[in-house]
């Protein structure tokens, strides 16, 4: 008797259940540090997953956790699905944000009707141009992506102190707080006297958007066959640049788009700290998605209530909110091993030869 | 090793061999025995279990039930380090070299005691193995610039490096050309002479009767029978293998039309590395008339093919189809102007994770499109409509990498000629294919030829060129060396032509264009 792994599709009903097997592995694994912060794993577990979603605010919550995630997870996975790897999402967020700051500044007396759309449009166009240096660069002088994205995630934050700490410093606080933007300028709520911000319904509405054009548009086809195999595509006469350029900036366009959300439906004002991550948070996401915009919004919306769950965890048990952390990170890591398992097979049995 | 029970022993004996991927069986029951110092064919049609059945004594595949003995001892191989250990040696389809380190840094890879190698004693040691074994390698040459032939040589002798008494060999010569494959059969049978056991898999029952000893033929799975080379013929093995008689395609006289449909003038493309590989070579191919091109691989084809397929721009020169200059280096444009193509490298040409479906329309999307949108009822049922009138086995939402190399021939096929080009460029189009595959393929070719197409067959399979070719040109280092008609050309001719050993002595201009 024994165990082997051989190399073969596993069968197809069970890769919808990798991820809920990812989640269970998650918890099994990291019982041990919850234990060690004093606490026992289940009841840990039941405020992490359960109790967000009992009550009417925290669940809601869950929601405005879940929107900058969306955002950043479909902006990801579009240009995954394009095989173009932007790791540079973080950046191109702190672009749009930054875009819509500016611009929101200016709508003064402008109405919302104008105001919003604005704001919205300057984070895309800022999250485009972000994006547009290193897709340039990969398209024309096939310079690695990854590489050059993830650096100007760096350059942006950068950028982004200096203006707080320069022209935008808040004048009366002194603190590296831009002023507020118009207030015509702001996300309307969808919910009194909650968080759940007009983000919320865009970031839904995107997410449909691009479903379509990956899933049914000649457009989307060509982008999937450039991103599985772009040596075929080229042969079958599709421009393989201009997808991938096109795939690249989109991507970042949304990215920008999460930023300037962030920025008129929470903050109001840029502060450094506008981004725990998201860009990051996204890979994360388009990876525990499977890159298909259904599974992206299902992780976002998970780790939304993780996130959550998170805060809910510490307030009531007293336990640090890195734990949170610590658990997502555990959960990337097996999703991704799990994630192989489809390639494989287990058996059980008699071994034969 | 006593070698007076070896004699009597088989080298490797498998018994009631079985197993399943998911539904499909694909060795079932099988018993196969392997002879001390035998080369023993494994024949089949695509996806008989061939690969399977080996796969499984070299340890990469678990049987299901079913035993292995080798040289009279029970064996459990897990592992190709089991296999390997117990002097079995496997050369698989895809090499598994590194390029980048030579070739005696490859051979002795994965079989160093200790962490310090003395790559100078290894390449000492790579060089004196090489010569007692008589395969000629050169030990310092660096992989990645080595043929494919070559490379496959650095291949046995790795595996004979490390002791193997079996060498198992999957279609080792369709990558090989003539004078290759004669060159690995003189070097086999030498080893056989002294006492390797060999397993030896193809699918050219030509080669099979010029080199084995025995054959054993697998057909869905099962074995048919194991007979001795001496005592049956081609179309018997042919009978075994597909169930039914294969009739040679039958090639119509036909006069070539006179238009010239496909025109190269003097034409030239670099390979990868920025050399010229194509060197202003000038062909006309007629409506109605298939050209062949026949030439030792590496001699410019695959280059002059990407240039007629669009993903290689020209260096100088022109492209004419029907009269009209195409620019090279564009798909869209060369596909426009009528030429239809079917590629050497068929997983270079389809999008392995996409469907059947998808990858029959990605060349066409835009006629696919209604209100913005992909309309897949038609795309489905276009693919439906291929797949009944090409006798595909697959299922139009089927991801195109599950099929069997004959099936994606034919989505490729399928793909291609229902659009009834005007030119068709054909690069080693059977190339893997089992007989009943390689009979449509060619059959298709020249229903194509009857229809009025201008066909450029480039083919390292003689036979296949001199099956077919109305006219053959002879391509060696770049250039047209000669072009002949199909009926004064004949294996020798054209073998001393590729060779570039006639260059002198026909020193007169390529004849006719
Ligand atoms: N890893 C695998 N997973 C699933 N099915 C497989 C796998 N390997 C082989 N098969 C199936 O098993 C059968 C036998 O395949 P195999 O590769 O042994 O055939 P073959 O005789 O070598 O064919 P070919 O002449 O095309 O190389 C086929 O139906 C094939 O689809
Ligand atoms: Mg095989």
């Known amino acids: 008797m024994g165990i082997r792994v051989e190399r073969a599709p596993a069968p197809l009903w069970i890769r919808p259940l990798l991820p809920l097997l990812a989640v269970l592995l998650t918890f099994v694994i990291t019982a041990g540090l919850v234990m060690a912060v004093g606490v026992n794993p289940f009841t840990a577990y039941y405020y992490f997953i359960v109790e967000p979603l009992a009550g009417r605010v925290s669940a809601i919550e869950v929601l405005v956790k879940a929107t900058p995630l969306l955002l950043t997870g479909a902006a990801v996975t579009f240009a995954f699905v394009g095989g173009y790897w932007n790791i540079g999402a973080e950046g191109q967020l702190y672009a749009g944000a930054t875009a819509a700051t500016a611009v929101g500044l200016l709508m003064e007396g402008v109405p919302s009707w104008l105001a919003i759309p604005a704001v919205v449009l300057a984070g895309f166009v800022a999250g485009v141009l972000w994006a547009l240096p290193p897709a340039l660069m990969k398209v024309k002088l096939a310079i690695d992506e990854v590489v050059t994205t993830l650096l100007l995630n760096s350059v942006a934050l950068f950028g982004v102190s200096a203006l707080l700490n320069g022209p935008w410093r808040n004048p009366i606080s002194q603190w590296p707080q831009s002023p507020e933007i118009a207030a015509s300028a702001i996300f309307p709520r969808l919910i009194p006297r909650t968080r759940l911000h007009l983000g919320f319904l865009l970031a839904i509405a995107i997410i449909l958007v691009l479903w379509f054009v990956i899933n049914r548009t000649a457009f989307g086809l060509r982008m999937r066959a450039v991103g599985l195999g772009p040596r075929a595509a080229r042969f079958a006469g599709i421009r393989v640049e201009r997808t991938v350029l096109t795939a690249a900036l989109v991507s970042g366009g949304i990215a920008g788009v999460a930023g300037a959300s962030q920025l008129a439906g929470i903050h109001y004002s840029l502060i450094e700290a506008i981004s725990p991550g998201y860009g990051y948070t996204g890979i994360i996401v388009a990876t525990l998605g499977t890159l298909n915009m259904v599974g992206v919004a299902l992780a976002a919306l998970f780790i939304g209530l993780i996130d959550t769950g998170a805060q809910t965890v510490s307030r009531a048990l007293g336990v640090p909110v890195y734990l949170g952390d610590v658990i997502q990170a555990t959960l990337l890591l097996v999703t991704l091993s799990v994630l192989l398992f489809q390639f494989y097979r287990i058996r059980w049995g008699r071994r034969a030869g | ?513």
């Open chain 2, 1 to 513: 090793m006593d070698t007076s029970r070896s004699a009597s022993v088989p080298a490797v004996e498998m018994r009631g061999i079985v197993k399943r991927f998911q539904d499909v069986v694909a060795n079932d029951r099988v018993d196969f025995t392997l002879l001390p110092g035998e080369i023993h064919a494994l024949l089949g049609e695509n996806g008989a279990g061939k690969t399977t059945l080996m796969r499984i004594l070299y340890g990469l595949y678990h049987a299901d039930q079913g035993e292995i003995w080798v040289r009279g001892q029970p064996a459990t191989i897990r592992s190709p380090k089991d296999a390997i250990a117990r002097g079995i040696g496997m050369v698989t389809q895809h090499f598994a070299l590194v390029p980048p380190l030579t070739v005696a840094e490859n051979v002795i890879l994965g079989h160093t005691s200790g962490i310090r190698v003395d790559l100078a004693e290894a390449r000492r040691r790579v060089a004196a193995a090489a010569q007692r074994l008589r395969i000629p390698v050169d030990p310092g040459a660096r992989v990645r610039d080595l043929s494919v032939g070559e490379r496959q040589r650095v291949e046995i002798l790795k595996a004979l490096y490390r002791g193997a008494q079996v060498l198992i060999l999957d279609e080792p010569t369709a990558v090989l050309v003539p004078q290759e494959v004669e060159a690995l059969f003189a070097s086999l049978r030498r080893l056989r002479d002294s006492g390797l056991s060999v397993v030896f898999i193809s699918h050219k029952l030509h080669e099979v009767m010029a080199l084995c000893d025995r054959v054993t033929v697998l057909r869905q799975g099962r074995v048919v029978g194991t007979v001795s080379v001496a005592e049956t013929d081609r179309n018997t093995l042919a009978r075994m293998m597909v169930g039914r008689l294969i009739q040679p395609v039958s090639r119509p006289a036909h006069p070539a039309g006179h238009r010239v449909l496909l025109r190269l003038d003097r034409l030239s493309a670099r390979d990868d590395r920025g050399l010229l590989a194509v060197k202003e070579v000038s062909l006309a191919v007629r409506a109605g008339e298939i050209l062949g091109l026949a030439g030792v691989s590496g001699n410019g084809q695959t280059e002059l093919a990407q240039v007629l397929d669009g993903t290689r721009p020209a260096e100088s020169g022109r492209v004419l189809v029907d009269g009209q200059e195409v620019p090279t280096g564009d798909p869209v444009a060369l596909m426009a102007a009528g030429i239809g193509r079917i590629p050497e490298d068929r997983h270079e040409s389809v999008v392995a994770e996409l469907t059947v479906a998808e990858n029959m329309v990605l060349e066409h999307l835009d006629e696919f499109v209604r209100n913005g949108t992909l309309d897949r009822e038609a795309i489905h049922r276009h693919a439906a409509r291929l797949i009944q009138q090409y006798q595909i086995r697959a299922r139009p939402e089927d991801p195109i990498r599950t099929l069997s190399g004959g099936n994606m021939q034919k989505v490729i096929l399928a793909r291609v000629l229902e659009r009834a080009p005007k030119v068709l460029v054909v690069a080693q189009p059977t190339r893997g294919l089992d007989v009943g595959a390689t009979e449509y393929v060619r059959g298709k070719l020249v229903e194509q030829r009857e229809r009025g197409a201008a066909i450029l067959l480039i083919s390292e399979d003689l036979d296949e060129i001199l099956e077919l070719s109305d006219r053959i040109a002879v391509i060696y280092e770049g250039h047209i060396v000669a072009i002949l008609s199909g009926e004064e050309a004949d294996p020798e001719r054209l073998g001393l032509l590729m060779s570039g050993a006639a260059l002198r002595a026909e020193a007169r201009p390529p004849g006719g264009m």
